[in-house]
């Protein structure tokens, strides 16, 4: 089990950048594919992008490409999320999440067991 501590939201105007951090407590964060969520008021918990555990594969929901890009720092225990030419639409909790991912064929799949508490990134138009 790992725990997670999401900072780095806020409010922003429309077409700024924010970037948000996960710090992971535990010594074997960096076996652990790492995932970032949202869930806007009234909707459902949307996944946004995804990182192996090596950093090598990335994955994201499309609406965001282009304009995030989750990387991460093992030696730090962090991933984080960094998010460019943010919209209204972007609006949500963002939350990191810890888990696995395979490789089956030419797909990836990715499954979560560790989630963060959440931080409120507003994009004001």
């Known amino acids: 089990q790992v725990q997670l501590v999401e900072s780095g939201g806020g409010l922003v105007q429309t077409g700024g950048s924010l970037r948000l951090s996960c710090a992971a407590s535990?010594?074997?964060?960096?076996?652990?594919?790492m995932g970032w969520f949202r869930q806007a008021p009234g909707r459902e918990r949307e996944f946004v992008g995804a990182?192996?555990?090596?950093?090598?594969?990335?994955y994201y929901l499309d609406s965001v490409k282009g304009r995030f890009t989750i990387s991460r720092d093992n030696a730090k225990n962090t991933v984080y999320l960094q998010m460019n030419s943010l919209k209204p639409e972007d609006t949500a909790v963002y939350y990191c999440?810890?888990?696995?991912?395979?490789?089956?064929?030419?797909?990836?799949?990715?499954?979560?067991?560790?989630w963060g508490q959440g931080t409120q990134v507003t994009v004001s138009s």
């Open positions: 999440a810890a888990g696995a991912s395979s490789l089956a064929g030419s797909s990836w799949s990715w499954s979560w067991s560790d």
């Open positions: 535990g010594r074997t964060f960096s076996s652990y594919a």
């Open positions: 990182i192996s555990w090596s950093g090598v594969v990335t």
